[in-house]
């Protein structure tokens, strides 16, 4: 019998060490497209370093999906963890060389992007399969406690690092908690999930199978455009927050503002991973925190000051766990294991999408001034409003815990993990 630890135990086991990573990468992402701008002078070679952190992992979600599907999900993730960790070693030594150069930066991003693409899928698989059912709301609030953590992390201590040892203390860093991923991973064993018996599919037909499945049931793909919705309005968030802080307040209040903010999303993530959300049905819930996080767009639209800014800042950032864990925890359980890679992946295609366009729209519209960064973030918020109410009208969304049955599920504790009898 393995003596490896098995359920929240090793879901704990496997958090630890993925929060090691998250603020490793964080820090290191957060650093290099500094390094970046600091070496070239370009705003534009600083935007290719965030696309190259960004797009790869976009077009790769639907062969990652199939690769989950088919592969144990503890391999899949320290696979895609090695990889990372390969590809931070590259930096590592050719910082150490003294010869790192601004495309080895891009390349290293792509890479990273390209992993996480199969990582966050396979983690979020990993833990329906280990964790149980009445336990996956307090995981999926550990996963937006790590989050937090690293995005509240990482400007601190890339700052304080590139401001003192430098560049290479970062880099080394970022390896570093790759091992520690990969470290965490070998000690658990993830149960397997009985793959489809069909194997002659061609690799397009894999891959809409995830968007077929979501296609057929109308409550999650309800579910997936109101998060879609609500990822779009959190990335015009996210560029307008910078010019109305600083049209009121020096730079200094701006990063005050985004601290708080991370404050306020840590908090969100420690209520999650202590609560999980409760018994009840978790779509009253979700609706309510996106309404109520839509309002407090609206009044820091209509009264745009400090300390407007700072108390929604909070309270905005608090309500994403909530709305994250609980959404999350009904697809782990309404769909079926064999499909969660595709599913999510697609899933997770949709989902990062939404923020570059709202990047590229929200950031067009807001270039004639404050007047009009402050109207567009009262329109976000009331775009939350309505799709929070939309959702909530669709009987099929409303319904969907009880109009779709639990996904088939094997048992947390057996003994049968990893491939072993």
């Known amino acids: 019998m393995s003596r490896a630890p098995k359920g929240m135990p090793a879901f704990t086991v496997i ?14 992402g957060f650093a290099l497209s500094l390094w970046v701008y600091q070496e070239t002078g370009s705003v534009a070679r600083f935007g290719v370093s965030l696309i190259c ?48 150069q601004v495309w080895q ?45 690293a995005e509240l992390s990482a400007p601190l201590l890339g700052a304080v690092l590139l401001s003192g040892p430098g560049l290479g203390a970062v880099v080394v860093m970022d390896f570093a908690s790759f091992g520690c991923a990969v470290l965490t991973l070998a000690v658990v064993r993830i149960p397997d999930v009985p793959a489809e018996r069909e194997t002659a599919r061609s ?7 995830g968007w077929r499945y979501i296609l057929a049931r ?44 991370g404050a306020g ?30 309002g407090l767009l609206v009044a820091a639209g209509a009264w745009p000051g400090v300390v407007v800014f700072g108390v929604v800042s909070f309270a905005y950032f608090l309500c994403i766990p909530v709305v994250n864990a609980s959404s999350q925890t009904i697809w782990q359980v309404k769909v079926e294991p064999a499909l969660q890679g595709r599913v999510f992946s697609a899933r997770r295609m949709i989902a990062q999408s939404c923020v570059p366009i709202a990047y590229l729209l929200i950031g067009a519209l807001a270039e004639t001034g404050a007047g009009r960064a402050a109207f567009l973030l009262s329109c976000l918020g009331v775009l939350m409003i309505a799709a ?5 009208a669709n009987p099929r969304v409303r319904l969907v815990e009880s109009e779709l049955s639990d996904a088939a599920r094997q048992d947390v504790a057996q003994e049968r993990v990893d491939g072993s009898v």
Do not use: K
């Open 15 to 28: 958090w630890v060490g993925q929060l090691v990573s998250m603020m490793g990468s964080a820090t290191s």
């Open 53 to 100: 952190g960004f797009l790869p992992g976009i077009v790769a979600a639907p062969l990652a999906g199939v690769v989950i599907d088919r592969w144990n999900r503890r391999t899949v993730l320290l696979a895609a963890d090695g990889a990372a960790g390969l590809a931070m070693g590259g930096v590592v030594l050719a910082y150490t060389l003294g010869d790192l």
């Open 105 to 149: 930066v891009y390349a290293f991003q792509a890479v990273a992007s390209l992993c996480a693409a199969f990582q966050w899928p396979a983690l979020t698989a990993a833990i329906s399969a280990l964790v149980p059912r009445q336990h996956l709301g307090r995981a999926n609030g550990l996963i937006g406690t790590g989050q937090a953590i």
């Open 203 to 209: 690799l397009g037909h894999e891959i809409a199978l």
């Open 218 to 261: 109308r409550g999650l793909l309800g579910l997936l455009v109101f998060f879609a919705i609500c990822n779009f309005a959190t990335g015009g968030v996210t560029v307008l927050v910078t010019p109305l802080v600083l049209s009121v307040a020096p730079v200094t209040t701006l990063g005050l503002i985004g601290t708080i903010g």
């Open 265 to 294: 999303m840590l908090a969100g993530g420690l209520l999650m991973s202590i609560w999980g959300g409760g018994s009840a049905r978790r779509v009253p819930l979700i609706v309510v925190a996106a309404a109520a996080g839509g």
């Open 388 to 392: 929070a109410g939309a959702a909530y």
